[in-house]
């Protein structure tokens, strides 16, 4: 028989650890802005004068303002599965580069043919 203070214990784990994990998935990202992510950092990597910090990533509600990750996820992994020569060669740093310079409100698409 199990002492009641270790049967108490046991009940109450369970919920706090499935609400810690889920607090550690709702942290990590969305899939959407985990593959912006890579791809951003890809871009980095690959394209020569891609102005950091100009691309977002975050995907949230502001008052009645829904905002999207400025890559699509279909770009972002179009973008992670090209190489640097890829990137350049087609002009995707380019466009990616227009983008970010530009003011923009809706998330960059068609930028990895």
Known sequence: MQAPGRTLR???ALPLLAGLLLGLVVR???PEELWC????AHLEHCCAGLPGGQLSCAQYTDGCAHHDPD????DSRCIAARSCTELVGSDVCGRVQ???ASPHYEPATGVCP
């Open 28 to 30: 990590c990202g969305r």
């Open 10 to 12: 046991a009940r109450l």
């Open 37 to 40: 992510e890579e791809a951003i």
């Open 71 to 74: 890559l699509t996820e279909g």
């Open 98 to 100: 227009r983008f970010a």
